[in-house]
Structures are given as structure tokens and as C-alpha cells.
Antibody, heavy 123, light 110 residues
Framework: EVQLVESGGGLVQPGGSLKLSCAAS????????MHWVRQASGKGLEWVGR??????????AYAASVKGRFTISRDDSKNTAYLQMNSLKTEDTAVYYC??????????????WGQGTLVTVSS | QSVLTQPPSASGTPGQRVTISCSGSSSNIGSNTVNWFQQLPGTAPTLLIYSHNQRPSGVPDRFSDSKSGTSASLAISGLQSEDEADYYC???????????FGGGTKLTVL
């Protein structure tokens, strides 16, 4: 059974930091790209960033809204991806999902999603 | 403001066929796979369909997709009450080097 389990969410003050984890099982984590997507309450989905596999040099990319503040990393030995969030702002308040994105036969798709973890930035 | 444009709402009666559109540009829909996601109330999104009717296991063939140029669409035939949900399109953008989502379409089954 495929599982993506996020953890590390919580309440943090503006300007603070938080590190989210995404523990994966049931698929070949090391060969998969891992993305983070967030959703503010009552709003749509917003892509945060991604980290590619070792075969793709662990390349990272970020949304303009988080670039320079958020960092995505991974530990293939632990089948875990991370999202380090610094200089948090109130507008970063959202449910954060980790997702597996896989490419095969010329098509790329985001087939596995975690249940999400809530990050609240408030004083 | 989303770079992929979807109508905010759609509706239909049971048994009807409804379509949801997703408009983009040559750097995203025009050159990459479009994914469609379904988000039921209070749950995480799930992959519904991609790349011309590729469906994950368990997704009924009432759901179909198509793409033409820089636009894509999701069609749901034989509409059922359980289809009431939010639907999102997504595609990678080669210029922005980012995954783009549409703003989402709330489907109501009347």
C-alpha cells in the first residue's frame, strides 16, 4: 500500500521557522520526484516546489512566493522528503501536501498525495 | 491569480454530461501533460485522469479528458451525486519551471 505521511505542522509566529517531513512507503521513493503543494482554507491548490531524483541531480525548483525562504530536501535512505520553511508569513498559513510526481512514456503525473499537515502562522 | 484558467463553477443533473475547461499557454498545456484532480469535501486531492484517458485504478470510465492546443477539458458523463467535488487541472510550465494549477471548479450535482 502506498503511503505519504506528512508531519511537523503546527502553530508558528510570523518570522519563525518550521520543518515538515513526508515519509513515503509502498513505491520506489528514490526514483521519484517529490513535490510540495499547499492549500489555504477555502482556496485552491498552490504549488510550492519540488526535488527531483538522484538520477536528475536532486534538482530543486520553487514557486516565486517561497523562493529564498523555503528549501526542499530528501533522504533516500529514509524514504523521506522535507520542507524547511523560514521567515514564515501569515500568508503561508495552509494545509501542506507532499505528492509523488512520476514521468513515464512521455507523460508526467502526480499520482500519490499525502493527507496534508496544517501550518498556521499567527502571533 | 492562476495561470491556468478554469470556470469557478459547473453544475448538472444526475445522468447528464458536464465538461470543465482549462486554458493555458504553449509553455504549459501546449507542451506538457495535463493532470486532472478531484477533491472531495474535507479530503486531499486525488489524481483523476491524465494524458488522454489514462486513469488510475478505480476511476470509472465516466471520466474522460481531451486536449487541443493550449486548452484541455474534463468530461464527466452519467453524472452522479458522488461526483460533487472540486476539480483542478495542472500542468508543468517550461518557462516558469513550475507546476501550475488551475483555480479549481466546484461541481454541483443538482
Amino acid at each position: 500500500e502506498v503511503q505519504l505521511v506528512e508531519s511537523g505542522g503546527g502553530l508558528v509566529q510570523p518570522g519563525g521557522s518550521l520543518k515538515l517531513s513526508c515519509a513515503a512507503s509502498g513505491f520506489t521513493f528514490s526514483g521519484s520526484g517529490m513535490h510540495w503543494v499547499r492549500q489555504a482554507s477555502g482556496k485552491g491548490l498552490e504549488w510550492v516546489g519540488r526535488i527531483r531524483s538522484k538520477a536528475n541531480s536532486y534538482a530543486t525548483a520553487y514557486a516565486a512566493s517561497v523562493k529564498g525562504r523555503f528549501t526542499i530536501s530528501r533522504d533516500d535512505s529514509k524514504n523521506t522528503a522535507y520542507l524547511q520553511m523560514n521567515s514564515l508569513k501569515t500568508e503561508d498559513t495552509a494545509v501542506y501536501y507532499c505528492i509523488r510526481r512520476y514521468c513515464s512514456g512521455g507523460s508526467c503525473f502526480s499520482d500519490y498525495w499525502g493527507q496534508g499537515t496544517l501550518v498556521t502562522v499567527s502571533s | 491569480q492562476s495561470v491556468l484558467t478554469q470556470p469557478p463553477s459547473a453544475s448538472g443533473t444526475p445522468g447528464q454530461r458536464v465538461t470543465i475547461s482549462c486554458s493555458g499557454s504553449s509553455s504549459n498545456i501546449g507542451s506538457n501533460t495535463v493532470n486532472w484532480f478531484q477533491q472531495l469535501p474535507g479530503t486531499a486531492p486525488t489524481l483523476l485522469i491524465y494524458s488522454h484517458n489514462q486513469r488510475p485504478s478505480g476511476v470509472p470510465d465516466r471520466f474522460s479528458d481531451s486536449k487541443s492546443g493550449t486548452s484541455a477539458s474534463l468530461a464527466i458523463s452519467g453524472l452522479q451525486s458522488e461526483d460533487e467535488a472540486d476539480y483542478y487541472c495542472a500542468a508543468w510550465d517550461d518557462s516558469l519551471n513550475a507546476l501550475l494549477f488551475g483555480g479549481g471548479t466546484k461541481l454541483t450535482v443538482l
